[in-house]
């Protein structure tokens, strides 16, 4: 029967499904691109198949979603996608921190921090569609989603990012939002610590969020700030997404500095509060150290900071800045000036609020890595599986099963990407066979481009991508367009 035909049989499978129900042992088809069968142990034993893989009683899940990348020029640049498809990933959420590819005509440089993405050559996209267009046409190996950042937008509209926008700069903004929007864009995200952000003033951010909620798409904030007074930073943002009517996702929350250290606690406590009446959620990654670019304002002796990259200075890139200060005989805020355009990793964390924030009901969990820098923090290699091992093996902070849900369902249903991040019959066939007992992050500060061991075999829509640590040559990610989000996780709560 043509009913009992796949193009895909993956047999023998430890079957974590993606929305936290506890694992069960399943053969799975795959037929065009989507999951067409989900049976017990030898149920699909009448299909035939253009290829079987045993999982070997391996655990298959859904692949896992990046909801926070700065992918947006790499996908382009360097479909294959190894950073991403060798930890099991397949769709990246780009456009994050107000700092996105699209919409963009610049006017020299890219300014900070949009130089994340690359030089001025790398923003060859000056609406949506065109990025949409360019996607599809590089054939990554992941699906791709997109937010439309403010800083972004700023740029096309303002001679100076110093300042407030004029109401006509706003209405600019909102135009080319809306152009996004109608082309499949998730939301917009801001990125209020930067300098290119800082003086926008929340009436700005307000009215640009105003199309969104007709859209159905949500806003994602790197907050204004992450250090003391992130409470009213979390308010802000947390206004902007009633005045809107719109969801709020808190990026790569954390709390930031060692003042800061130990007030996790009352950080979520804000969250779980104001969920009560609006949704409200957040990502984080699994590490205890942040990565950026250099920012003076952080730079106060009270913390190590590696840098990653100089323009001036490329021979300092692995070195702590004290140890470039000490080399130059100046200060610390005297060689970081120096230093820039520059990188950096900010050792600015506690252990404890990281492994507070991560076990969260609300939060997902996204790399924030930077392909471009050429010492990138080793979450852009090592996230996903450092949560399936370190954290939910290792030390047992969250069970497997939690661990799968914060990487797929969860993400999907906050960001729209509809029939996917489940395992489920009709759905699209992102799929991921890891080990349980050897999964772990390779990439390490000093070494960290890695690839992850554990991960066995990874399928994007149907296409088997990745397999004992190679790729096969054949790439499926598309672009992925927001579909109908639900506003609810399994447990009722966004």
Not at 241 to 259: D, E, F, Q, W, Y
Not at 368 to 374: A, I, Q, R, S
Not at 388 to 408: C, F, N, P, Q, W
Request: proline share 6%.
């Amino acid at each position: 029967m043509e009913s009992l035909k796949a193009d895909t049989l993956i047999v023998g499978a430890r079957v974590i499904d993606g929305t936290g129900a506890p694992a069960v042992e399943r053969d799975v088809a795959v037929r065009d691109g989507r999951i067409v069968a989900i049976e017990a142990p030898g149920g699909l034993s009448g299909w035939r198949a253009d290829e079987t893989f045993d999982a070997g009683g391996k655990v298959l899940a859904p692949g896992f979603i990046d909801v926070h990348t700065h992918d947006d020029t790499h996908v382009i640049r360097s479909p294959q996608m190894m950073p991403k498809i060798t930890q099991g990933v397949t769709t990246v959420i780009v456009g994050n921190c107000g700092i996105s590819a699209s919409p963009v005509t610049l006017k020299g440089n890219p300014p900070d921090p949009m130089n994340l993405l690359g030089d001025a050559a790398a923003f060859a996209y000056p609406t949506f569609a065109s990025y949409v267009d360019a996607v599809n046409a590089a054939c990554p190996a992941v699906n791709v989603g997109a937010l439309i950042g403010h800083t972004a937008l700023r740029n096309n509209h303002m001679d100076r990012l110093d300042r407030a926008a004029s109401a006509d700069e706003v209405a600019g903004m909102r135009a080319q939002l809306e152009e996004a929007l109608d082309n499949g864009a998730l939301g917009l995200s801001s990125g209020l610590a930067y300098g290119s952000a800082f003086s926008a003033p929340p009436e700005e951010v307000q009215a640009l969020a105003e199309p969104l909620a007709k859209a159905g798409a949500l806003y994602t904030t790197h907050m204004r700030t992450e250090f003391d007074a992130i409470l009213d930073a979390m308010d802000e943002a947390y206004r902007v997404g009633r005045h809107a009517r719109v969801p709020v996702v808190i990026s790569h929350l954390k709390c930031a500095g060692p003042s800061n250290w130990g007030r996790s606690t009352e950080v979520l406590k804000s969250i779980e509060t104001v969920r009560d009446g609006q949704p409200v959620g957040c990502d984080c990654y699994p590490y205890n150290r942040s990565s950026s670019t250099l920012d003076l304002k952080q730079v106060t002796g009270d913390i190590d900071i590696t840098i990653t990259w100089s323009t001036p200075h490329p021979e300092m890139a692995g070195k702590l800045i004290r140890e470039v200060a000490d080399e130059w005989k100046v200060s610390q805020q005297e060689a970081a000036k120096r230093l820039q355009p520059a990188g950096a990793v900010y050792h600015n964390m506690s252990e404890d609020d990281v492994r507070r924030i991560l076990s969260h009901p609300a939060t997902m969990v996204g790399s924030d890595g930077l392909p471009n820098d050429p010492l990138p923090h080793p979450r852009l290699w090592g996230a996903f599986p450092r949560v399936l091992g370190h954290y939910a093996r290792d030390t047992s902070l969250i069970s497997l099963e939690e661990a799968v849900r914060k990487m797929t369902s969860l993400s999907a249903r906050r960001f729209g990407l509809t029939e996917r991040g489940e395992l489920k019959v009709g759905y699209h066939a992102d799929l991921v066979v890891f080990d349980p007992e050897r999964v772990r992050d390779a990439a390490t500060f000093a070494k960290p481009q890695q690839a992850a061991d554990g991960i066995d075999a990874v399928w994007v829509n149907g296409v088997l991508t990745y397999r004992e640590q190679a790729v096969t040559g054949v790439r499926a990610g598309r672009f992925v367009a927001r579909g109908a989000a639900s506003k609810l996780d399994a447990a009722g709560a966004f």
